[in-house]
């Protein structure tokens, strides 16, 4: 096949210190940190009690019974969420900005700044607010304007991410740091219908380019094409995704990349759902969507777990994964030896070009096509034949000479939405 940008388009959803993008190499381990809760149980019990000790931490702070603001508020940022309320009408803010004269600005004071405490490393505010749902808020020291990296409730605007005090409406929450204990940490982005109502819950991969208009290529704007009833879970990759979103090893100018798919797998089946379950609920169906080595991913994790999901989708999907220059199974031959299974799936590439196989390896891709159209074409006619239906539990769409980046999946990222939102 084409090899000369390959690696490239596979590193192009990757993060990268600085500037989120450019290639990203997997390393021999990964830091899989401490991990923590990352939320609570979902049970008004359970998060009261939360709540008591998320307060009792922050005391602790303000008595100077402890030192480490740090640890304070990611432990409440794992816990209850910022800012914390007092269950009295009252919340409290706290941030770990540097320099002085830290503010709290919001709607619920009109955005002229409340002035906070320095406590040690931290800033701490406590305020009333009579009408917490819907009120959005920022840190300022005057003259920059920042929003709480730790909020749980948060949004974008024409002034970029916001924070919210509470919300009914449909927002975005996130739940920090979250890992099994051996893959990184990494961020789960949630949207939140409205009111929290739902019937479909979605994991969709590479989450910090989901909703943030700043994100790569102006990212996927997932938010203007959701339809209703939709929770969407995004995870966010770390350096190690070209070894965690491939079932398989392969070899790509020399160097093997790959092969940690099946933990990550386990890690969003085992992980991610429960706690997302936990905390907001069970759908009635459930799903799971990524493009390019996401798309491979997705289409691993419900192969990998097959009973446990209703739908698959890919957009531009890096199917042929495996036999670059190596000889392992492909996606494509994995569905091909497992036959006709329950579920949906939607399969989908931009680009175009010939389809040919001149080494053999029974995987079309030796040719000059584009944005992984041929692997993906192969695949459509691998599902047919497996006894799959089109427009019931089988959708292919081609999208001719489209891109492959974040811009040309925002354009038609709608079709796979609005067939997982139908089932």
């Known amino acids: 096949m084409t090899r000369l940008p390959l690696l490239a388009m596979l590193a192009a959803c990757s993060p990268m210190s600085g500037d989120g993008r450019g290639p990203d190499v997997a390393d021999d381990g990964g830091d899989g940190g ?25 005391q602790a702070l303000l008595d100077g019974e402890t030192t480490d603001a740090e640890d304070v508020i990611d432990s409440v940022g794992d816990g209850t969420g910022w800012p914390l309320a007092d269950g009295e009408g009252g919340y409290w803010f706290a ?40 009120s959005l ?30 919300a009914s409406d449909a927002h975005l929450e996130r739940r920090l740091r979250v890992t099994d204990g051996t893959l990184r940490r990494r961020e789960l982005r949630i949207w939140v219908p409205a009111d929290g109502a739902f019937t479909h819950t979605l994991y969709v991969h590479d989450g910090q380019n989901l909703f943030d208009p700043e994100a790569i290529w102006g990212g996927w704007a997932l938010q203007d094409s959701l339809p209703d009833g939709v929770l969407v879970v995004g995870i ?11 079932h398989t090893t392969d070899t790509l100018y020399g160097d093997t990349y790959g092969g940690w798919g099946d933990q990550y797998a386990d890690f969003v089946q085992d992980v991610v759902r429960p706690l997302i379950e936990a905390d907001y609920g069970e759908a009635s169906t459930v799903g799971t969507l990524g493009s390019s080595l996401g798309g491979l991913i997705s289409f691993h994790i419900a192969h990998r777990h097959e009973s446990e999901w209703d739908f698959a989708g890919s957009m531009s999907g890096t199917m042929s994964w495996g036999s670059f220059e190596q000889n392992n199974p ?25 389809c040919v196989d001149t080494d053999g390896d029974g995987i079309d891709d030796d040719g000059d096509g584009s944005d992984n159209y041929c692997p993906n074409l192969q695949l459509r006619d691998v599902l047919d034949d497996a006894g799959y239906t089109f427009e019931e539990d089988l959708w292919h769409w081609h999208e001719e000479d489209a891109e492959h980046d974040e811009g040309a999946w925002r354009e038609r990222v709608w079709r796979p939405l609005e067939i997982f939102a139908s089932l």
């Open 34 to 58: 401490d991990g923590g809760d990352s939320g609570s149980s979902g049970d008004p019990e359970d998060e009261l009690e939360q709540r008591e000790r998320d307060l009792a931490s922050l």
């Open 95 to 134: 941030c770990l900005c540097s320099g002085d004269g830290w503010m709290v600005a919001g709607d619920h004071e009109g955005w002229a700044g409340q002035d906070m405490e320095q406590v040690g490393d931290a800033w701490v505010l406590h305020v009333d607010i009579a009408q917490p749902d819907g």
């Open 137 to 166: 808020y920022k840190f300022t020291d005057g003259s920059d304007w920042i929003a709480d990296p730790n909020a749980r409730r948060y949004g974008y605007d024409d002034f970029g991410e916001y924070s919210l005090v509470e």
């Open 236 to 246: 966010d990759n770390t350096e190690d995704r070209m070894a965690e979103y491939t």
């Open 330 to 354: 492909t996606m494509i031959e994995l569905y091909e030896a497992a036959g006709h299974r329950d579920t949906a799936l939607y399969v989908d590439s931009g680009g175009s070009g010939d």
